[in-house]
């Protein structure tokens, strides 16, 4: 066997590799990387989550939550008596008390208000990707994003080259997209943290040295919740680029437009600030939003 056959067929090898794992990424991430991204409120009524949170007051998390009011109370009441004693200035007890009130009553409503601030994130993102489908005739998804995807890189069944412009920009895609499902499936276990938090946070409200906990909540619940409204919208503009598949700038274009929903949420962090949800991320992020 001569070394041009001993070439072709390593070359043919690595080929039919990459096309198998390629295959298997269109045929599964896609669809997963969809229920990952486009969150709603279902992602609160799975078989175990109200069994953490609690049903009521008396159960979970919020049974937790309530008992920290009681917490609250001893602290105000050893300030106020110190403050007979030391030059202190402290809140009058009837501010106090009904600012107290109104914070136990927002916490045992998280769930209700964290399920309202979901369904508007989702809501946005919804009308943007109905948008696309009254313009285009399409899913405005990640599923549909293979379709459009592989006849502009001229995969079809195997006649993928992975030592062609095509084959790389295809490999780099399918990287990035995998990179995507790692990233949005933790931002799908934090917004679910988050939520598990919000009694806490909202109880914090109480006291201003501990205020700056709800404040960092809130704008990191919003910042994960605004990325799926920003990847709808890069979704909608990918899907209007005029593809061809003998265009060399619109399989670039695309792989921008990939590169930048990979980006997507470091972008809205970095305009509403936030955390980040790239794997092995330190928690020096978070540290920082603390002490601004």
């Known amino acids: 066997m001569d070394s041009s ?17 390629f295959s298997s990424i269109d045929n599964t991430l896609y669809s997963v990387l969809d229920d990952f991204t486009f969150i709603n409120c279902d992602i609160l009524y799975d078989d175990y989550f109200f069994d953490i949170f609690g049903y009521n007051f008396k ?25 007979h004693l030391c030059i202190i200035e402290v809140e009058r007890p009837f501010q106090f008390i009904f600012k107290l009130i109104i914070c136990a009553v927002c916490m045992n409503a998280s769930i209700f208000i964290c399920e309202e601030i979901i369904y508007l994130a989702s809501l946005f ?23 459009k995807l592989n006849p502009v890189l001229n995969i079809n069944g195997n006649s993928l080259d992975i030592f062609s412009i095509d084959g790389i920009i295809k490999s780099l895609i399918s990287i990035g997209l995998l990179n995507l499902v790692i990233a949005y499936s933790i931002r799908f276990v934090l917004v679910k943290i988050f939520v598990l938090i919000s009694p806490f946070c909202f109880l914090s409200l109480c006291n201003k040295s501990s205020s700056i906990l709800f404040k960092v909540w809130l704008k990191s619940f919003i910042s994960l919740l605004l990325v799926q409204v920003f990847v709808s919208l890069i979704l909608l503009l990918v899907f209007g680029l005029n593809m061809k598949s003998n265009n060399l700038m619109a399989k670039f274009t695309l792989f921008a437009a990939i590169s930048i929903l990979i980006k997507a949420n470091n972008y809205v962090r970095e305009l509403l600030g936030g955390i980040s949800t790239e794997a092995g991320i330190s928690i020096s992020n978070l540290k920082s939003s603390l002490l601004k």
């Open 5 to 21: 056959n001993i070439s072709s067929t390593i070359s043919n090898a690595i080929n039919y590799m990459f096309n198998n794992i």
């Open 59 to 83: 159960e979970g998390i919020l049974l937790v939550a309530n008992a920290l009011i009681f917490g609250y109370l001893l602290y105000y009441s050893f300030k106020l008596l110190l403050s």
């Open 125 to 147: 993102s919804s009308i943007i990707r109905e948008l696309g489908v009254g313009i285009y005739e399409t899913e405005i998804c990640f599923s549909s994003l293979i379709t």
